[in-house]
Each structure stands twice: as C-alpha cells, then as structure tokens.
C-alpha cells in the first residue's frame, strides 16, 4: 500500500515540477490582429478591437503594456500577450 502511494507522489511531484519548468512563452497567447472599436485613456485603460472573424477582443492596458503609437477608433493594430496581460500594441502599416 505504501509503495502505491509513494509512486503516485511521485509521479504528482513529477507532473508539477514539468508544468512548473515551461517556458513563459508556452502559457502565452497568439498575437490578435483587428480594428480598433474604442479607446479609453489613461491608465489603467481598456482598447476594444474587432478581429477579422468579427470576435471583439477587451485588452486592459496596464503601465507594462508598450505601446506603439497613440491609437484612435478605425486604425488596425496588432496586440501581444504574456501570462500577465497585454504586453505590447503596435500599429500596422497603411493606417495613418
């Protein structure tokens, strides 16, 4: 009896320590691209984009969130994530 609990411990601790040792990059979501809906300034803020599949994407805006340019409602922009939130907004080019 013993012997099957230690191993499922084992296998546990196994199981965490792998997950733990992912790179951040792996827990990251994939870039969204869109048009910009809304804006709101300061910060803390909030941008609304729209994708191309017409799904509406909220980015909280966070002092660690670069930005790339000051945007307005109709430019296209392109949005990275990091586990933590939004990490960075860049314009795209043909916009302005």
Not at 4 to 32: E, K, M, N, Q
Not at 46 to 60: A, E, F, S, Y
Not at 77 to 82: G, T
């Amino acid at each position: 009896m013993k012997r099957h609990v230690f191993r499922i411990v084992g296998s546990l601790v196994l199981l965490v320590v792998t997950v733990v040792s992912w790179p951040r990059s792996v827990l990251a979501l994939p870039p969204v691209q869109g048009e910009v809906i809304s804006v709101t300034t300061g910060i803390p803020g909030t941008m609304v984009i729209r994708d191309d599949k017409g799904q509406l994407h909220i980015l909280n805006l966070t002092q660690q969130t670069q930005l790339g340019a000051q945007f307005k409602v109709g430019d296209k922009v392109l949005a990275f994530f990091s586990p933590y939130g939004v990490s960075a907004i860049q314009l795209q080019g043909g916009n302005r």
